[in-house]
């Protein structure tokens, strides 16, 4: 039996394997076209713009510590690449967020061989539009608060150090509360109940939101890994009985 940690990474790959299924490519196909399009305008911007932010980001050292640029770089680097990551998925969240939430229903009826959702129209998938995007500004608006309080924290020398391992860690975390929403919204299950019950699992929501932070890190990959996403948490909200949380 695989230890709390270890079974969230699992649960991605097994929702990797449902979204490329027969059943589920076509409710795949949406979303991931919204995905294919956002991420090649962000990342034609991004290509211009790279070099200038690193430099905005890296602190001004005086000419006797000028060598420790050299050591800190690629630490800078990697913060602006993880900026990059959550501006690309906080958009394409937001854009998706009805198309994802359809996915979620979708993925549920196929885990658990019953179906209690409506059937499809594109008049349900509209209705879904209000509800949905509601959703996500609230996400936004645990996200932004914290958010800004580590921006400013990479703009503080000596402190700036320790941005990027607490921005991976921050990430790590938003990606649980993220996509384990989806299936929990579908339920009418609370904001504040979902992140209750999250923290009840905070091992199972660490090891699938590392997981999805490390596959959605990689080009190409993390337009398919998106969906897969969906799909992943809401094999976490079943077998992680996450229909106990709507009854307390």
Do not use: C
Request: proline share 6%.
């Amino acid at each position: 039996m695989l230890t709390p940690t270890l079974s969230g990474p699992q649960y991605l790959g097994e929702g990797l394997k449902l979204v490329l299924s027969p059943g589920l490519r076509l409710f795949v196909l949406l979303p991931l076209t919204v995905n294919l399009l956002l991420f090649m305008a962000l990342i034609g911007f991004a290509m211009q713009e790279f070099s200038g932010w690193v430099d905005a980001f890296m602190p001004s050292l005086p000419d006797w510590l000028s060598f420790l640029q050299y050591l800190i770089w690629p630490l800078f680097v990697l913060l602006v690449l993880v900026l990059i990551f959550f501006t690309f998925t906080m958009l394409a969240n937001v854009i998706a967020a009805p198309l994802n939430g359809f996915l979620a229903e979708k993925v549920e009826v196929v885990v658990r061989g019953q179906d209690n959702f409506p059937s499809f129209s594109w008049g349900e998938l509209m209705a879904m539009i209000p509800r949905t995007v509601g959703r996500e500004l609230r996400k936004l608006a645990y996200f932004l608060p914290r958010a800004a309080a580590l921006l400013i924290l990479s703009f503080i020398p000596g402190l700036n150090l320790l941005a990027a391992p607490l921005w991976i860690i921050f990430g790590i975390w938003m990606m649980a509360v993220q996509y384990i929403d989806y299936p929990a919204d579908n339920h009418k299950l609370g904001w504040n109940e979902m992140l209750a019950w999250l923290r009840e699992k905070r091992w199972q929501s660490l090891g699938f939101g590392g997981a999805t932070y490390a596959a959605l890190l990689v080009p190409g990959l993390n337009i398919l890994m998106m969906p897969a996403a969906v799909a992943g948490a809401t094999l976490f909200w079943v077998r992680e009985g996450g229909d106990k949380a709507l009854v307390k």
